[in-house]
Nanobody
Framework: QVQLVESGGGLVQPGGSLRLSCAAS????????MGWYHQAPGKQRELVAT???????NYASSVKGRFTISRDNAKNTLYLQMNSLKPEDTAVYVC?????????WGQGTQVTVSS
């Protein structure tokens, strides 16, 4: 059974940083395209950043220059380094792993940016 488990969320002040992790088990995700999404209360889930199996990255315009997506295939883990956090970044952050045939989602980790 494939599982994606996020961690690293929490409460941080504006301007602060957090590093999210998404640990995969039950399959080797090195060939998967992976991504981070966020969902704020009352809003639809939105793309934050993606990374291909080859390491190419893509970012939402709202996070470009502040967030960095990366992966460690040896650890079967996806990361999201979030710097210069803003209150509008507050959301549940969810990771996914996908191929042309299947998509897996984690349960999410809460990120709250507030003073």
């Amino acid at each position: 059974q494939v599982q994606l488990v996020e961690s690293g969320g929490g409460l941080v002040q504006p301007g602060g940083s957090l590093r999210l992790s998404c640990a995969a088990s039950g399959t080797i995700v090195s060939a998967y395209n992976m991504g981070w999404y966020h969902q704020a209360p009352g809003k639809q889930r939105e793309l934050v950043a993606t990374i291909t199996g080859g390491g190419s990255t893509n970012y939402a315009s709202s996070v470009k220059g502040r967030f960095t997506i990366s992966r460690d295939n040896a650890k079967n883990t996806l990361y999201l380094q979030m710097n210069s956090l803003k209150p509008e970044d507050t959301a549940v952050y969810v990771c996914n792993a996908r191929t042309a045939y299947v998509t897996y989602w984690g349960q999410g980790t809460q990120v709250t940016v507030s003073s």
